[in-house]
């Protein structure tokens, strides 16, 4: 805390600041009231300490000066004084001060008085920023999320409909679908897909349509319902009224239903829902209406149900896991996501978009993907979807920078796929591929070019390459001046 420290004697005043300092308190000193009250005009002090019996003004003036700026709220005073009578507190108190010490000053009392006037200013600024700054406070955060909601529809105008997803006739077909769905908030959508596929991202585009228009399209309320506990799965879904359960909120809470009222709620993973939990969600589909845990008043619901998982839910009926009545309810209108190993076309397109995109954000040079890289990213199985694809030119433009996207940037990062095909051996060591122009390739220019890939290989350490190479550091540097091959050695 910053204090103000205002004392004509020395010795006490060392003392009193020795204390302060050796408890992290910022402390600037004064030697009588009136410079202490320039600076307190001038400055934020939540605390004035002051001796009451100085020359000129005393420090009890000066905390009557003090209360009578217009930020004096700001300041709580506590003074003190080796001349201890029933007066001067009284004059003390009726000044305003916080408290009212005597010399020589206690040090665990001194504590204990600046942890109750820090608990005082917290208080007092909360409550000033809720009261005097309430709408600066409301239009701020209003802006800021008018600023989130432009970034989410330009995301999904962008991400969604414009680019991501959609460089396959199956991927434009189901963007249809989905538009269709948009139209209808009546009927309840399954979206079935593997991990990574983007369900979420589905059913953002079935609830904001191509317009975008939050006013017609509400809330979009998503819930994971493999993250939640059976016990608090109910509570979380349609809230609780006041005492339903021990531990809850004193005056109840609201659920997702409720929150998601003229919106669209978004069930990710929905066979991990309870058994026991699934007839409940049933009712409110075919109802309407629900009850909160230990209400007795039927809420009306509206509300667009979007549910996604990436088990079959055919099975698990069959199994007895999952209802098969709410099953068929949901189904209603169906999405299944292709995985990315089945639009191998679109894997370039998603892979340079990444490229570009964590390369702005990453400040890194990255512009393009190498032929051969392409190709590794084309064979490879992609168990996790556009989630993987997405991590390994994240990480790989991360870990490096370069112009092109190179095999050895990414092969590391690719694992063996569950088909049981390996993607080539590259770890500490890589391929290098050169073109063989058709007018010739003369042996000074090969060993250029191959000095520059091993560089490349080595991140521009020299000391690597030479002994990669098996030369000599001073024959390397010579050969790279005289080629005016520039790259800096990074030992």
Known sequence: MRILLVDDERASRDAVKWFLKSQEHEVTECVN??????????GDFPMVLSDIRMPGMSGTELAVAIKQLPNSWRTDIVLFTGHGDIQSAVSALRAGVYDYMQKPVDAKELASVIERIA????????????????????????????????????MVAESIVG?????????????AHAQQFHKDRSIPVLIQGETGTGKEIVAKA???????????????VDINC?????????????????????????????????????????????????????????????????????????????????????VPLEEWVEKGKFRRDLYFRLKVGQIVIPPLRERKEEILSLAEIFLRDFSRQKGKK????????????????????????????????????????????????IQADPAGKKQPEMAGERQIVLPAPPGGYPMKQYT????????????????ATARYLGMSLRGLTYRLESKKINIENTD
């Open 163 to 175: 680019k991501i997803g959609v460089f396959s006739e199956s991927m434009k077909a189901l963007f």
């Open 206 to 220: 079935i609830h904001y349509g191509t317009e975008f228009d939050k006013a017609k399209s509400g809330s979009f």
């Open 226 to 310: 493999a993250a939640l506990a059976p016990t608090l799965f109910e509570s979380e879904l349609f809230g609780y009224e006041p005492g339903a359960f021990t531990g809850g909120i004193s005056k109840g809470q609201k659920g997702k239903f409720d929150l998601a009222q003229g919106g669209t709620l978004f069930l990710d993973e929905v066979g991990e829902i309870p058994i026991e939990l699934q007839g409940k969600l049933l009712r409110v589909l075919q109802e309407k209406e629900f009850y909160r845990v230990g209400g007795l008043k039927k809420i009306k619901t509206d509300v667009r149900i979007i549910c996604a998982t990436n």
């Open 33 to 42: 009231g009136e410079e202490a009250l320039a600076k307190v005009v001038a």
């Open 448 to 463: 250029d070019d191959i000095i520059r890939e091993i560089l490349d290989m080595q991140q521009g350490n020299q000391t």
């Open 366 to 413: 990255f512009k393009i993907i190498h032929p051969d890289t392409g190709k590794i990213l084309e064979q490879h199985h992609w168990s996790g979807n556009v989630r993987e694809l997405k991590n390994v030119i994240e990480y790989a433009v991360f870990a490096n920078d370069d112009v092109e996207l190179k095999p050895w940037h990414v092969i590391h990062l």
């Open 119 to 154: 608990e005082h200013q917290a208080l007092l600024r909360e409550n000033r920023t809720l009261t005097e700054r309430f709408s600066d406070e409301v239009n701020a955060a209003t802006e800021e999320t008018r600023h989130e909601l432009t970034q989410m529809k330009q």
